[in-house]
């Protein structure tokens, strides 16, 4: 079955810590990876996939399919990046299999 | 342009009663989606709707739910006979979709659903 899994339901850390929230993924075929975010009062948005390869507000994500990880990471966390974020996996249909979120909390 | 929208923003309903959630997509999309976003479960997959094909159902947790899509727009998801367990944010996505190649899904406010 189709599964992504993130483990931490809660990260906390002061601002301008290295941020990595890990996902792995479960899935037949070659799967499109995502990260979405949902800010405060704010709808869920795309944060970035792993075929355009970009960095958004300094955020990476690197797929490693021997790993079949997709964490996600930001060398120096802003107070702005609290939020709950959410690994995705999509088929060819495109519809998603969300990971169950964590919540980053960044202090200053 | 105008954002997907969600209507009502908030429902409470007593516990067997039935409800009706609307989605208005993007216009111009083809594809749109319902995903449930409650505590204990995360965000799940409930059905996806790709221009004229028969819709995937296979999210949907029970009979008691259904959805459709008029003239390939607006949507409607109905759940029959509420249960307190219905209790989530309902949200819709829709994207340009189709053909094999997956597009970004943009979503709408979500409609909270609370069975009293």
């Known amino acids: 079955a189709q599964r992504v899994t993130q483990p931490e339901k809660l990260l906390s850390v002061f601002k301008g810590a290295p941020v990595e929230l890990k996902c792995n993924y479960s899935?037949?075929?070659?799967?499109?990876l995502f990260w979405y975010v949902q800010y405060s009062r704010q709808r869920l948005q795309l944060l970035l996939r792993?075929?355009s390869r970009e960095s958004i507000k300094g955020f990476t994500a690197d797929l490693n399919k021997g790993e079949t990880s997709f964490h996600l990471k930001k060398p120096f966390a802003q107070e702005e990046d609290s939020a709950m974020y959410y690994c995705?996996?999509?088929?060819?249909?495109?519809?998603?299999?969300f990971g169950q979120g964590t919540t980053l909390q960044v202090k200053p | 342009g105008a954002g997907v929208s969600q209507s009502p923003s908030n429902k409470v309903t007593e516990k067997g009663k039935d409800v009706e959630l609307r989605c208005d997509p993007i216009?111009?999309?083809?594809?749109l989606y319902w995903y449930r976003q409650s505590l204990g479960q995360g965000l799940e997959f409930l059905i996806y709707?790709?221009?004229?094909?028969?819709?995937?159902k296979s999210g949907l947790p029970s009979d008691r739910f259904s959805a459709e899509r008029t003239g390939g727009s607006v949507s409607t998801l109905t759940i029959q006979r509420t249960q307190q367990e219905d209790s989530a944010v309902y949200l819709c996505?829709?994207?340009?979709?189709?053909?094999?190649?997956?597009?970004?899904?943009?979503f709408g406010p979500g409609t909270r659903l609370t069975v009293t």
């Open positions: 709707f790709q221009g004229n094909s028969a819709p995937d």
């Open positions: 792993h075929i």
């Open positions: 995705a996996g999509s088929g060819n249909t495109g519809k998603l299999i």
């Open positions: 899935y037949s075929g070659s799967p499109e």
């Open positions: 996505a829709s994207s340009l979709g189709g053909g094999g190649a997956v597009y970004e899904q943009y």
């Open positions: 216009s111009g999309h083809t594809a």
